[in-house]
């Protein structure tokens, strides 16, 4: 008999708790034991794929989510990452912006009253 220590049991286990819900509460919702939801969170046993799909609709989570290794590049993360990258980016460029602006100041009194007055 093999126990999960990472795989799919321990992220059920992590999407049931964030979901607010005891192992009793979720066997109810899906219609089991309580007895094997808890196989399913120490890798006994392995629920099915539409069984998945309903624990992962019930913990507001998805299939994907559940059955992946942690650290797993998906497309989603990579695009995630890209979009960090940028605003990193637009930040640098703002803040040099502004101290530039800051550099340069407000124009002398003299100037603004030397602008055209709106009638």
């Given at each position: 008999?093999?126990?999960?220590?990472?795989?799919?049991?321990?992220r059920l286990r992590v999407a049931r708790r964030g979901a607010g819900l005891t192992q009793?509460?979720?066997?109810?919702?899906?219609?089991?034991?309580?007895?094997?939801?808890?196989?399913?969170?120490?890798?006994?046993?392995?629920?099915?794929?539409?069984?998945?799909?309903?624990?992962?609709?019930?913990?507001?989570?998805?299939?994907?989510?559940?059955?992946?290794?942690?650290?797993?590049?998906?497309?989603?993360?990579?695009?995630?990452?890209?979009?960090?990258?940028?605003?990193?980016?637009?930040?640098?460029?703002?803040?040099?912006?502004?101290?530039?602006?800051?550099?340069?100041?407000?124009?002398?009194?003299?100037?603004?009253?030397?602008?055209?007055?709106?009638?």
């Open positions: 008999m093999s126990t999960d220590t990472g795989g799919v049991g321990a009793k509460q979720l066997a109810d919702q899906l219609g089991v034991e309580s007895i094997t939801v808890s196989r399913w969170e120490r890798g006994v046993t392995m629920p099915s794929i539409p069984r998945l799909r309903k624990i992962a609709e019930i913990t507001q989570t998805t299939v994907s989510d559940l059955v992946r290794t942690p650290d797993a590049p998906t497309a989603h993360g990579a695009e995630l990452a890209a979009l960090r990258q940028e605003l990193a980016e637009t930040r640098a460029l703002v803040d040099r912006i502004a101290s530039a602006l800051e550099r340069l100041g407000q124009p002398a009194p003299a100037a603004q009253a030397a602008l055209p007055q709106e009638i």
